[in-house]
């Protein structure tokens, strides 16, 4: 069926109104899967997916009403807010989705519906670094940290994201030293992805990391990167006087959606207790639904208390956050 998609977008033709909700999806095939294998068989819906690592709101306002969309799929409260502000999503009304989401991770108008959440944390080495030697995202910037500090690129959605919940708490001129203070004590230039970082960690690179809680779970059930993992612990710092920074992956459905009611179908499967412990076992998330528990194995990691600002008031820095780390060429 995903190759049926494909042929059908690389046509510009519209798909016939069938039994099945068709995804434009930033998250990897194998993440979802699970979900979409799940999704049917409850229903007998087809679940169509198409990967599209990026310009899924270009991709969507380009198709306009010939578009097959009914479904997107993201990661990050940015991404939602865009696909909102740039008019590719359509508001839904369901007591399902209201029931089961919290309203602090979705949107008032019923645009967008958080389904997980993720911690942005510190992986830390089991041999170079102190149990309780970290603190705080401000601490980081202590010269303490100098040559010790591995990361990703500034300008990923997931460094952005902590850059603008750090504007919120601090402001601009704070966050713009604080970020100098992290370039000066990284171990090297930005470079590669999370799990990337605990890699270098491992090799003996750098000793701390920033990284999303769920990546641990993917390495220790990848024999590859086992070793990289038991390497590190993780550990959660907060903002000062504030929580765990957490961001959300998330769902909307398409403006122009060809199979409404088969899109709301599958939105509110994905909020059902059901594909939320999927999204808890499969994927080492926590699940937006407060009544599902995270997995054994993520809570073994120690407790979170997620940082109680609104997402959508981050989401309002992003583009303060990348005009900071620009100035500070935070990847050079």
């Keep these: 069926?995903?190759?049926?998609?494909?042929?059908?977008?690389?046509?510009?033709?519209?798909?016939?109104?069938?039994?099945?909700?068709?995804?434009?999806?930033?998250?990897?095939?194998?993440?979802?899967?699970?979900?979409?294998?799940?999704?049917?068989?409850?229903?007998?819906?087809?679940?169509?997916?198409?990967?599209?690592?990026?310009?899924?709101?270009?991709?969507?306002?380009?198709?306009?009403?010939?578009?097959?969309?009914?479904?997107?799929?993201?990661?990050?409260?940015?991404?939602?807010?865009?696909?909102?502000?740039?008019?590719?999503?359509?508001?839904?009304?369901?007591?399902?989705?209201?029931?089961?989401?919290?309203?602090?991770?979705?949107?008032?108008?019923?645009?967008?519906?958080?389904?997980?959440?993720?911690?942005?944390?510190?992986?830390?080495?089991?041999?170079?670094?102190?149990?309780?030697?970290?603190?705080?995202?401000?601490?980081?910037?202590?010269?303490?940290?100098?040559?010790?500090?591995?990361?990703?690129?500034?300008?990923?959605?997931?460094?952005?994201?902590?850059?603008?919940?750090?504007?919120?708490?601090?402001?601009?001129?704070?966050?713009?030293?604080?970020?100098?203070?992290v370039k000066d004590n990284l171990a090297r230039a930005p470079e590669g992805n999370d799990r990337a970082q605990v890699k270098a960690i491992w090799a003996g690179e750098c000793d701390i990391s920033l990284g999303n809680t769920y990546y641990m779970g993917k390495m220790l059930e990848d024999p590859e990167q086992q070793e990289w993992a038991n390497a590190v612990n993780v550990t959660f710092p907060t903002f000062e006087n504030a929580g765990t920074h957490v961001n959300i992956s998330g769902v909307a459905m398409a403006a122009n959606a060809p199979h409404p009611e088969d899109a709301r179908a599958f939105m509110e499967y994905l909020a059902s207790p059901e594909a939320q412990q999927i999204y808890a076992e499969a994927n080492f998330e926590y699940p937006a639904d407060p009544e599902t528990e995270a997995s054994d194995v993520v809570k073994g990691w120690g407790e979170i208390t997620p940082d109680e600002t609104d997402l959508a008031a981050i989401a309002e820095h992003r583009a303060d956050a990348l005009r900071l780390v620009e100035e500070v060429n935070f990847d050079g």
């Design 1 to 181: 069926m995903r190759t049926a998609l494909l042929a059908v977008l690389a046509a510009g033709t519209a798909l016939p109104a069938l039994a099945e909700v068709n995804i434009y999806s930033y998250r990897q095939p194998e993440l979802i899967q699970p979900l979409l294998d799940g999704f049917t068989e409850k229903t007998g819906i087809e679940a169509n997916s198409a990967y599209i690592d990026k310009g899924i709101v270009e991709r969507l306002q380009a198709e306009g009403e010939r578009s097959p969309a009914d479904i997107i799929l993201t990661v990050d409260i940015s991404r939602l807010t865009n696909a909102k502000d740039a008019g590719v999503t359509q508001a839904v009304e369901s007591d399902v989705l209201t029931d089961n989401i919290p309203a602090a991770l979705r949107d008032p108008e019923g645009h967008w519906f958080g389904l997980t959440t993720r911690g942005r944390i510190v992986y830390a080495s089991k041999d170079r670094v102190a149990e309780g030697e970290v603190t705080t995202y401000e601490d980081l910037a202590d010269d303490k940290w100098q040559g010790r500090i591995c990361t990703r690129s500034g300008t990923h959605v997931y460094t952005l994201g902590l850059v603008s919940a750090m504007i919120e708490h601090h402001g601009e001129d704070y966050t713009r030293e604080w970020l100098q203070g």
